[in-house]
């Protein structure tokens, strides 16, 4: 090969080598899915208790649209009431009235239970009618005593029609961000299950802090848990106090049509007139009482229980007359206000 031919490839090697490198297109970054989100539980609960269905996991976006759908008078037919009208967050996430009022001034047959620490719990109302909070969150809008949406296809398109929910939801339900019932009943559910109570002065003087609880309350506690006594923890038992169970106390089974509760769900025989176990966290914030406010202390409460509740045919055999003397049934009463502790929920504290 002559020497002009290798100087010539040397030069087109030199050449080709110094060209500039084209500049590396940056990688499509794939798209952001929703924040998970994780719980963070006060003192006194149970973290491993907390019932989050597979198909709904808790994640900021769900959460936030949540919030903002519980406060949204928009889902009621006149634009006058959201889910805190009636679980009201300065009010233990409870109604202060015997009952609720719905669209128009109508009142339902039942106390508005509160919504803290319901978390724990799968089966929701006092009746349980509901499966899980998500069942739970459509019923309210679609009775005719309450909300009084025609139906969830008005909420739907209330909500549509709304950019910003557009937006939300497309954030929360990636990747098509759909606007449906199951989305809002999903979303609501995911706030409700924030709300949490705990690090009451019980849970500090459990944790070893013996100066949390006043002498009082400790007798309280006692009685409470003895058998023989209060017998307390044969209902409200564990850490968020309730078995999340049905049983029928003799509350308002003297009237002539007597709510039957559980049994309209179940149809078992000894279901009548079976009503949930609330949970005693923030109990002195939720009067009234009983699934029908009739009872509007927590001293009328343990009035009540001591004298055995009210007989009737299906009264559970754990409610028995107590026996407790005045001096003891304040002292219970003072040990249920210890039960009230530290309440959070998203938005309200690092959320």
């Known amino acids: ?100 009022t719905g669209v128009g001034g109508k009142k339902g047959n039942r106390q508005a239970p509160t919504v803290i620490n319901r978390v724990f719990s799968a089966a929701q109302f006092w009746d349980g009618r509901a499966a899980s909070l998500e069942d739970q969150a459509l019923g309210p809008m679609q009775n ?24 939300d939801f497309k954030a929360a339900f990636p990747p098509d961000g759909e606007i449906t019932d199951r989305n809002v009943a999903r979303a609501i ?8 109570s705990g690090n009451s002065p019980f849970d500090r003087f459990l944790a070893g ?50 709510d039957l509760g559980r049994y309209v769900v179940s149809k078992l025989e000894g279901h009548q007139g079976a009503f949930k176990t609330p949970t005693l966290r923030e109990v002195a914030s939720t009067a009234p009482y009983m699934h029908d406010g009739s ?3 927590l001293e009328e409460v343990v009035a009540f229980y ?12 754990k409610v028995k007359p107590l026996h407790l003397t005045k001096a003891e049934q304040q002292d219970l009463v003072e040990f249920l206000k210890a039960l009230s502790g530290e309440v959070t929920w998203y938005g309200k504290t690092g959320g």
């Open 1 to 100: 090969m002559s020497v002009r031919y290798i100087l010539l490839a040397a030069v087109l090697t030199l050449t080709a080598c110094s060209r500039p490198s084209e500049p590396e297109r940056p990688k499509a970054e794939p798209p952001k899915g929703p924040t998970p989100y994780k719980l963070t539980f006060p003192l006194g609960l149970s973290a491993d208790s907390a019932v989050i269905p597979k198909d709904n996991p808790l994640t900021v976006e769900k959460i936030r649209l949540g919030k903002r759908l519980y406060f949204e008078r928009r889902l009621s037919l006149d634009n006058t009431l959201s889910c805190a009208s009636c679980h009201v967050p300065e009010k233990g996430f409870a109604d202060p009235n015997q009952f609720s």
């Open 144 to 167: 005719p005593a309450e909300m009084a949406m025609p139906s969830m296809v008005e909420v739907v398109t209330r909500l549509t029609a709304d950019p910003s929910y557009v937006a």
């Open 189 to 196: 559910a995911s706030f409700e299950r924030t709300i949490l």
């Open 209 to 258: 802090d013996k100066s949390a609880l006043g002498e009082a309350a400790q007798r309280g506690y006692k009685i409470f848990k003895d058998e023989a006594k209060g017998n307390c923890e044969t209902c409200h038992a564990s850490f968020n106090f309730t078995d999340e169970n049905y049983n029928n106390l003799g509350i308002g089974m003297a009237a002539k049509n007597p």
């Open 295 to 297: 009872q509007k202390t």
């Open 306 to 317: 001591t004298k055995g509740g009210h007989r009737n045919r299906w009264l559970s055999p």
